[in-house]
């Protein structure tokens, strides 16, 4: 079976390597999911979104992946830097709806 | 340009005190969004305004009132605020989202004002 990624509230990674943030949601009709970075002393700052008809989706140095079957989504960032040490807060949506329900949020601190 | 423009940046009150926070964007969005976050906690919503008009209250207290002069500008005004109403506040906009066909709600964020309540 697929095993599902635990939601961590920490996350520690070494310079360059790669990271995977994980987030379980709690809605089967959500349809629009966003990852959000949030810096110390900034506002949460968007990376990057996928609509449920798709299962991935790749930016910049980021890949997110959905999967419906579990209620899982994912945030991968390659080669991982410094100035990726951020909170990050996945957030669902029912497209048409205004309101976004954000995940707990994970803090990852890049190690040099 | 995705910028939304919050001041102050930092602001201090007593609890008999008034203030306003003021949110500003340019990018012709039509939803605006005022949010609450406490320090290691996600946003919490609080205010939603569509086409300037309010169409979403989170159960605020009244000494939250929120205002949307216009489709560019969108306030919070402050009065007899307790000091657990410390936090950092977050305005926010988007596009109007009509579903999987239209634009996405994609919510862009200011970088918000720190209020800390006396």
């Known amino acids: 079976g697929e095993s599902v990624g635990l939601h961590l509230p920490t996350l520690s990674v070494q310079e360059g390597d790669n990271s995977i943030i994980n987030c379980a949601y709690s809605n089967s009709a959500s349809d629009y999911f966003i990852w959000y970075k949030q810096e110390s002393g900034k506002g949460p700052q968007f990376i990057i979104d996928?609509?449920?008809?798709?299962d991935k989706r790749q930016g910049q140095r980021v890949t997110v992946l959905l999967n419906k079957t579990v209620k899982h989504l994912s945030l991968q960032i390659a080669a991982t830097q410094p100035g990726d040490s951020a909170v990050y807060f996945c957030?669902?949506?029912?497209?048409?709806?205004?309101?976004?329900?954000f995940g707990a949020g994970t803090t990852v601190t890049v190690r040099a | 340009d995705t910028e939304v423009t919050q001041t102050p940046k930092h602001l201090v009150m007593g609890m008999t005190n008034k203030k306003s926070l003021k949110c500003e964007q340019h990018?012709?969005?039509?939803?605006m969004y005022w949010y609450k976050q406490k320090a290691k906690k996600p946003p919490e919503l609080m205010f939603v305004y569509s086409y300037e008009k309010l169409s979403i209250n989170e159960s605020v207290p009244s000494r939250f009132s929120p205002e949307c002069p216009n489709s560019s500008l969108l306030n919070l005004h402050l009065h007899a605020l307790q000091p657990e109403d410390s936090a950092l506040y977050l305005c926010?906009?988007?596009?109007?989202?009509?579903?999987?066909?239209?634009?996405?709600?994609?919510?862009?964020f200011g970088a918000g004002t720190r209020l800390s309540v006396l």
């Open positions: 957030a669902e949506n029912i497209e048409g709806d205004y309101k976004l329900s």
């Open positions: 996928i609509r449920s008809n798709m």
């Open positions: 926010a906009s988007s596009p109007i989202s009509t579903g999987t066909s239209g634009p996405k709600n994609i919510q862009y």
């Open positions: 990018m012709g969005h039509r939803a």
